[in-house]
């Protein structure tokens, strides 16, 4: 990746994800950054890849024929380039400012929460963060949509925070989606949500090489899947909530005395935020941006919010989630935090402002059964 010297911050308002669902839900008219074949459709399917970028596809499109197929265009993610701020942006229509899932890990209650597993130092919190709380606004614009999702999802924490009140729809094997999809559409729904994770976890688990194109041709099947099933009067959607940049064992551990200035991290690898001790802002931003300026945009919270990273609005109950100083990846490295860490090391990354993250497909065409 070419290292950008400006990020690439999120259209609110504009071609982003906070947009489509109210294009698609009728509540504004068709946006003209949105594909014309929607115009006229009788019911719509939107299929969220996740993982899968702009960039990443306009790179492999000579062999991708479904997806090539898709009249549309880039569009950006939000801030941070993450699946729980992104899809729950998708979900809502609004932007993290606004619905609160400001990251993947996030300071709630004075201690960190985990937004995908829901989980914290003490475990489960549930009880103490609840979903309906920390993102109290309705999915979908309330309509009660059917979503088509992986049946293990069902019942989580953050399905219960981002996609409540919806009806879902699950699947155990990728070859059911676009059964379960026609049988929908043919009982008259008129939006159907559906949700694929390969391309995401192929990325993060095996990066940018045979694996991820083996999983994006079969993504493509998928999309050829549907499109064989659905009626010429049904228009597929297809999106995601970010990209991927590789990253590798390009890890960057923050020093002992920048860390001497912290009471904690949160965020993720290419998005970290600060927490600053008592009286030490001024010493924390000063260190970051000595040791990660040259890898990454340093900004205090005060900037992030005055700049439009998060929205308009971030309202004090927000704002309380995010750290004091953070230093957003523009460079192919992760910043280390010992307590985010997983199963295994993460090839593939994502939550910064760069475009390979930021800019994501909108694209769609109508059925051709």
């Not at 009880?127 to 614009?141: C, M, S, T, V």
């Not at 340093?298 to 998060?310: K, L, Q, S, Y």
């Not at 523009?330 to 010992?338: G, K, L, M, N, Q």
């Amino acid at each position: 990746m070419n290292t950008p010297a400006t990020p690439v911050l999120p259209d609110y308002g504009g071609a982003c994800l906070d947009g489509i669902m109210p294009a698609l839900t009728g509540s504004v008219g068709r946006p003209d950054w949105a594909p014309e074949v929607l115009d006229g459709a009788r019911a719509v399917v939107l299929l969220v890849l996740d993982g899968l970028g702009w960039c990443q596809l306009e790179d492999r499109r000579a062999w991708l024929p479904n997806l090539a197929s898709l009249e549309g265009r880039a569009i950006t993610s939000v801030a941070p380039s993450t699946t729980a701020t992104a899809l729950t942006s998708i979900a809502t229509g609004l932007t993290p400012g606004e619905h609160g899932i400001v990251g993947y890990r996030m300071m709630v209650g004075g201690s960190i929460l985990n937004s995908l597993r829901w989980y914290g130092p003490t475990g489960d919190r549930r009880f103490d963060a609840p979903p309906a709380e920390i993102q109290p606004h309705p999915p979908f614009l309330g309509a009660r949509l059917p979503i088509v999702t992986p049946s293990e999802l069902i019942g989580s924490a953050f399905s219960e925070a981002h996609l409540r009140g919806g009806e879902p729809v699950g699947w155990r094997a990728s070859s059911s989606i676009p059964v379960l999809v026609r049988q929908l559409v043919d009982a008259g729904r008129p939006l159907v949500y559906a949700y694929y994770a390969g391309v995401d976890k192929i990325a993060h688990e095996r990066g940018l090489g045979e694996f991820y194109d083996a999983e994006l041709r079969d993504a493509d099947r998928l999309v050829g899947d549907l499109l064989d099933i659905l009626d010429a009067d049904t228009a597929l959607v297809v999106t995601a909530d970010h990209g991927q940049v590789e990253v590798g064992d390009r890890i960057i551990e923050p020093s002992r005395e920048l860390l001497g200035f912290t009471s904690g991290q949160s965020g993720e690898g290419r998005m970290r935020w600060f927490h600053a001790r008592r009286g030490a802002d001024s010493d924390l931003l000063d260190a970051v941006t000595d040791e990660l300026g040259s890898t990454g945009w340093v900004r205090t919270i005060d900037e992030v919010i005055a700049e439009g990273w998060f929205g308009r609005r971030v309202p004090p109950p927000v704002r309380s989630r995010l750290g004091d100083v953070v230093v957003a990846a523009r460079a192919p490295v992760s910043y280390h935090d010992p307590d985010d860490s997983g199963p295994f090391e993460l090839i593939c990354r994502h939550g910064s402002l760069t475009p390979e993250e930021m800019l994501v497909p909108l694209v769609a065409a109508r059925g051709r059964a």
